[in-house]
């Protein structure tokens, strides 16, 4: 067991969190695991986030103090975004190809779906939302009985504050003016965005600014600073392998605690929720496994001169399992880190800056997951979207990628913003939140995958991959 590999042991892990919360949850054990197991994972977590920031500063501050070439800068952080912008597009667009091509909402009972129908005209007649595809079932006859026993139904639907609490985090998010985004980037005071991962964009900002600036000055000035980055840079470095040597201890818990939650002492009750929303689960699955096993390998292979699926996928388990288990880009990117640089041979430099803003910018997992939800809600409610009003998910999805915090379920805030870009009931989606928090660790290590991708095509295209340790990996 002490000479097997790391991501075996985290595979192990997740494997005996999941038998053992199915097994406790059976013998009506759930409170426990919930009170005296799950806290571990909570504190893995914890961890990470504790590292992730300093480490993200640090690690920028030194990898463009390394660069002394502002113009490298600017290069190097053109390809990256352009790298992110183009698989996130893609992403979303398979996202759409599926859910259009297997119809998920439309295997639903129709009598349901008219149901829901109605549900969703007699919400936009009472907010005066407009409803694009030109139906109106409201004004057909043969459902007037059927609309007076839903419009009873929804009078007596009590809110959820779950719900509402997700719904006015978006309100807020989206009443901004355009250029809030761009306000938001900018801290008024570190300290206090240090104290907080939902603010990572601020830290990437200062920074950049600071790398900068440090090389604008008298090298015989910048040298102690720079002394003093590295090695908090490597303290940081080292804290993260101090954590990962018991990861596999800490994900059993994670897991545990999460099944058990969703199980109570009832397991079939995970297998139920499935099955309600079981083709929607499915389709988000296939597309976020064909971006993991198909398009990122193939496309880091290709554009990555002797790099082999094998060695690709054995150099980055350990950052995919990880955030599998946590549901967190902030919360695993040290590791993300570590993987890419120790085992790929991307340079300290372009991993320093190519991974902390990829794990803030770049979310193809939660984009194309968007796309396929909004889809699905829309035909679970007999509502079709006409091409434009897709390609309008495309881009909304696109945009609100950049934006969704690097935290779990943050994704369901922004997918209230791109339904209601299309003129759909927000309150939608607490149809799907019972899978959530499972596809959330599925899309979490999509994202993940992405970023180890274009650090490495990124690496390589600027000379900064040293091959020679992929002999590792064979």
Request: hydrophobic fraction near 50%; charged fraction near 15%.
């Given at each position: 067991?002490?000479?097997?590999?790391?991501?075996?042991?985290?595979?192990?892990?997740?494997?005996?969190?999941?038998?053992?919360?199915?097994?406790?949850?059976?013998?009506?054990?759930?409170?426990?695991?919930?009170?005296?197991?799950?806290?571990?994972?909570?504190?893995?977590?914890?961890?990470?986030?504790?590292?992730?920031?300093?480490?993200?500063?640090?690690?920028?501050?030194?990898?463009?103090?390394?660069?002394?070439?502002?113009?490298?800068?600017?290069?190097?952080?053109?390809?990256?975004?352009?790298?992110?912008?183009?698989?996130?597009?893609?992403?979303?667009?398979?996202?759409?190809?599926?859910?259009?091509?297997?119809?998920?909402?439309?295997?639903?009972?129709?009598?349901?779906?008219?149901?829901?129908?109605?549900?969703?005209?007699?919400?936009?007649?009472?907010?005066?939302?407009?409803?694009?595809?030109?139906?109106?079932?409201?004004?057909?006859?043969?459902?007037?009985?059927?609309?007076?026993?839903?419009?009873?139904?929804?009078?007596?639907?009590?809110?959820?504050?779950?719900?509402?609490?997700?719904?006015?985090?978006?309100?807020?998010?989206?009443?901004?003016?355009?250029?809030?985004?761009?306000?938001?980037?900018?801290?008024?005071?570190?300290?206090?965005?240090?104290?907080?991962?939902?603010?990572?964009?601020?830290?990437?900002?200062?920074?950049?600014?600071?790398?900068?600036?440090?090389?604008?000055?008298?090298?015989?000035?910048?040298?102690?600073?720079?002394?003093?980055?590295d090695g908090m840079n490597e303290v940081f470095l080292k804290m993260v392998d101090f954590v990962m040597q018991?990861?596999?201890?800490?994900?059993?818990?994670?897991?545990?605690?999460?099944?058990?939650?969703?199980?109570?002492?009832?397991?079939?009750?995970?297998?139920?929720?499935?099955?309600?929303?079981?083709?929607?689960?499915?389709?988000?699955?296939?597309?976020?496994?064909?971006?993991?096993?198909?398009?990122?390998?193939?496309?880091?292979?290709?554009?990555?001169?002797?790099?082999?699926?094998?060695?690709?996928?054995?150099?980055?388990?350990?950052?995919?399992?990880?955030?599998?288990?946590?549901?967190?880009?902030?919360?695993?990117?040290?590791?993300?880190?570590?993987?890419?640089?120790?085992?790929?041979?991307?340079?300290?430099?372009?991993?320093?800056?190519?991974?902390?803003?990829?794990?803030?910018?770049?979310?193809?997992?939660?984009?194309?997951?968007?796309?396929?939800?909004?889809?699905?809600?829309?035909?679970?409610?007999?509502?079709?979207?006409?091409?434009?009003?897709?390609?309008?998910?495309?881009?909304?999805?696109?945009?609100?990628?950049?934006?969704?915090?690097?935290?779990?379920?943050?994704?369901?805030?922004?997918?209230?913003?791109?339904?209601?870009?299309?003129?759909?009931?927000?309150?939608?989606?607490?149809?799907?939140?019972?899978?959530?928090?499972?596809?959330?660790?599925?899309?979490?290590?999509?994202?993940?995958?992405?970023?180890?991708?274009?650090?490495?095509?990124?690496?390589?295209?600027?000379?900064?991959?040293?091959?020679?340790?992929?002999?590792?990996?064979?």
């Amino acid at each position: 067991m002490k000479n097997l590999a790391l991501h075996w042991k985290i595979i192990i892990g997740l494997i005996l969190g999941v038998i053992f919360a199915f097994v406790s949850s059976s013998l009506g054990w759930s409170k426990f695991v919930v009170d005296w197991i799950d806290p571990f994972g909570k504190i893995f977590i914890n961890l990470l986030k504790l590292i992730a920031v300093p480490l993200v500063l640090f690690s920028i501050i030194k990898g463009i103090a390394g660069l002394h070439d502002t113009a490298k800068l600017g290069r190097l952080a053109t390809k990256t975004l352009a790298f992110y912008l183009v698989t996130t597009v893609i992403s979303v667009s398979v996202g759409l190809l599926l859910v259009n091509t297997f119809a998920p909402g439309k295997l639903v009972d129709d009598a349901q779906r008219t149901d829901n129908r109605i549900a969703y005209e007699i919400w936009a007649q009472e907010t005066g939302a407009e409803i694009l595809d030109g139906k109106c079932y409201l004004c057909d006859d043969q459902y007037a009985s059927r609309v007076e026993i839903v419009r009873g139904l929804m009078d007596t639907e009590a809110p959820d504050e779950k719900l509402l609490s997700k719904m006015q985090s978006a309100k807020s998010t989206k009443d901004a003016g355009p250029l809030q985004p761009l306000v938001d980037m900018v801290p008024s005071n570190i300290f206090l965005s240090l104290n907080d991962n939902g603010l990572m964009l601020q830290v990437i900002f200062f920074a950049i600014f600071f790398g900068v600036t440090l090389i604008s000055i008298p090298k015989d000035l910048a040298q102690p600073i720079i002394g003093f980055v590295d090695g908090m840079n490597e303290v940081f470095l080292k804290m993260v392998d101090f954590v990962m040597q018991a990861a596999p201890f800490f994900v059993f818990a994670l897991l545990a605690g999460v099944i058990s939650k969703m199980a109570g002492d009832d397991p079939n009750a995970v297998i139920e929720i499935f099955k309600g929303l079981g083709w929607y689960s499915l389709v988000v699955v296939a597309g976020l496994g064909f971006m993991i096993f198909i398009f990122y390998p193939t496309l880091a292979t290709t554009l990555t001169k002797g790099l082999t699926y094998k060695r690709f996928f054995k150099a980055i388990s350990p950052a995919q399992f990880l955030a599998f288990s946590t549901s967190s880009s902030a919360a695993t990117l040290p590791v993300t880190m570590d993987c890419v640089q120790d085992n790929l041979g991307v340079s300290k430099e372009t991993t320093s800056f190519v991974l902390p803003i990829g794990a803030t910018v770049n979310m193809d997992g939660t984009s194309m997951y968007q796309a396929i939800a909004v889809v699905f809600l829309a035909q679970f409610h007999m509502v079709d979207l006409s091409i434009g009003q897709q390609l309008t998910i495309v881009l909304t999805a696109t945009l609100a990628s950049i934006g969704s915090a690097a935290v779990p379920s943050a994704g369901l805030i922004m997918l209230i913003i791109v339904l209601e870009s299309v003129g759909l009931n927000p309150a939608w989606i607490g149809i799907i939140f019972p899978v959530d928090r499972i596809l959330d660790m599925c899309r979490t290590t999509v994202n993940v995958t992405g970023d180890c991708t274009v650090a490495t095509i990124v690496a390589d295209s600027e000379g900064q991959l040293n091959k020679e340790v992929w002999s590792a990996l064979d």
